[in-house]
């Protein structure tokens, strides 16, 4: 376990000053004492001494000196005399000289004592030396600061500093785009309760081994909304107090800032991260004006771990080339090829790690992704589906498309479109595509990106096997409005593969025409086909406008006309081909008509009166038909029934005509051969014949349908 603060002792490693010995002070002790704030003190002192001196003495002697000496010698043969004599003299003179001088020196000392900061006070023992005469200052008590002298109690002692996770905050499971935030609380327990100047500094612990400031790479510390650095200068903090009400009476408080680290591009884990607050004074005198480390205290945030972002996924180039707007159908191929990428370098998939870390990457490699999936589904609604393995024996394995090339060439799929039906008709219509990459490894509170990521584009693909088909039609003024089950796409024109067949079969009343046939030329020329689309227009339809007018140079005359679209022009968005199918429709006829005007009579004697309008386009309306109901598309305005009824014998005959004739139409849809065609059922005189409902005939049964829908 490492420990979660560290305090530099407050102890003066070098409190006594290397002094001479005794021997060499004098005897006296001399106190004087001093408070910092400005006021100085001056001092002198005066030693007299014998500072030089030199003699010397020398001595002349001489000295003479006489010695006479006899010996007188007589002998006999019986008788021996002997005599000696001897005699000295002498004189010496001797001459000494002597010399010496000395010189004496006197020594005035002046000196001052001062402090500036304001609250200091010192107690000096004033020695001199003896060689010298020199005076020696040693501290032996007081209070100091900036720096804290030996000897004397340090005012900026007592500083400490705690850090804990701010209210709320899990450290070891951050978001990703989210940062780690800390409340550092400041106690400044000074021995006088003084608001002091403090800083803050970033520093690595002894648990970390690695190159200085390597636990930090890339990291962004934000105190209070002010960035600090690694190696960066004093985060300054001024004027930290100590008490509530700044005295020594005051209850000790806490000072407290925000620190916010915003994580890097290089890790998610940080580990030995701290900080040290530190006296912002002897911080500056640290570089070469103390001989201790300065106050500070350090403490450690503890370790730091962001969750990993599920690492991204895209289309290569060519995938979204191809496949960005697909259609599948019978004439395209049945696979769906696709490559996948991972266009992050600092986020890797699991499938990316190398034994030995040949590359350097292996802190890059997310190691909780899973799997990486296909899915697809309808545009916007419903739940993703996975693409299933495409394999031989018709796999419903959920595909893994993870592999360890996703940062070079890709990862490469080939999907079995057939094999995951789509290919036969069930699944026919519009399809979203994506591929999603899920992680496992988080915390129960994980963001959605921690949990998994997707392409930033779907790909669309549209399968289509069936061939349209015609749902209903309708007329406005000379047009004609067929809608179909699908988007359909108009054929191009050509006399030699025509693909319409119009006809010209009775007159407006319903009188029949022969040779009617309209002509490839005028077809081509004069008669405009256009097909609409539900994303421009609202409504999948094909139209004809027939070329009627009332000038001289009308290239069609109103009438009864039979519309035949040829077998394989109308096309879907897939290449599948509509049948053949015919329509016979009345264009340009007037409402005084009689192939217009309908009548018919209930079994009360009750009528209704109709008369027979276009339909607006873009509406159809549902009528069902009996024998009692009339059979046009629009009923007739009340005021049109009064006027009417006023006009008298004047509209006699035209009210007679009104309510002559009760035709009906049916259109019949056959299966086997594919068409549909009308054919007309009588039921009153044959010289007002007129087509009014259809009758659609699906599966052995016949329904009656409106006017203009089937």
Known sequence: MKRNDETVSTTDPASEPNLPSDSATSNANIYLTFSGGGHALEFSTSVSSNIDGAGYSWTLEAESQITNNADIELSGFMAYSNGHYHDSGGKSVALEHAMAWSKYGELETSYILSDPDHGDK??????????????????????????????????????????????????????????????????????????????????????????????????????????????????????????????????????????????????????????????????????????????QHTAYLGNITWQKKCPPVTWDEGTWNTYANYVASTETSSLFNVTLMNPDPMNLWSDDYLDGDSKRTNHLVHENVEFVRLQFRRPGTGEWISAWNSTADKNTDSADLQCSTARGEGCSFEWDLENQYFLNGLKDGPWEIRSKVFCSGYDSFATSDVRGSVTDENLSMIADVTKPYPLSHEMYGNVLIVDFSEEITCPQLSSSDMAYSITRTADCDGNSVSD??????????????????????????????????????????????????????????GGNTAASFTITESFGCSLTSSSYATASKSSSSSSEVTSSSQAHLGSAKTIEQDSSRIGSSVRPRAQDVVLGLLAGVLLTNLAQRVFSTYKKATLTYSGEADTIFYSKDNTNDDNDDVLIPLRKESDARVRNEPYGSF
């Open 516 to 573: 009617g046939a309209v002509s490839e030329a005028v077809i081509l020329s004069h008669y405009t086909f256009r097909c609409l689309t539900h994303d421009s227009n609202g409504r999948n339809s094909w139209t004809m406008s027939v070329p009627i007018s009332t000038a001289a140079s009308s290239y069609a005359d109103a009438g009864e006309y039979t519309v035949t679209i040829n077998d394989g022009f109308i096309e879907d968005v």
């Open 122 to 295: 010192f107690v000096i023992q004033v020695k001199f030396d003896k060689r010298f005469g020199t005076p020696i200052f040693q501290t032996i008590g007081g209070a100091s600061k900036c720096p804290g002298e030996p000897n004397t109690m340090w005012r900026e002692q007592g500083l400490s500093l705690s850090i804990s996770a701010a209210d709320g905050m899990n450290n070891l499971a951050i978001a990703p785009d989210s940062s780690a935030l800390f409340d550092v609380s400041i106690t400044n327990e000074s021995p006088y309760r003084e608001g002091q100047s403090y800083g803050l500094l970033l520093t690595s612990g002894s648990s970390f081994s690695g190159d200085t400031g390597g636990n930090m790479k890339d990291l962004n510390f934000i105190v209070n909304g002010n960035e600090m650095a690694p190696f960066g200068d004093l985060f300054h903090l001024h004027d930290v107090p100590s008490t509530d009400d700044g005295t020594m009476r005051g209850n000790l408080i806490n000072s407290v800032v925000t620190l916010r680290v915003k994580r890097g591009a290089m890790a998610h884990t940080y580990e030995s991260i701290g900080l040290t607050l530190i006296s912002e004074c002897e911080w500056a005198l640290s570089r070469n004006q103390i001989y201790r480390s300065p106050i």
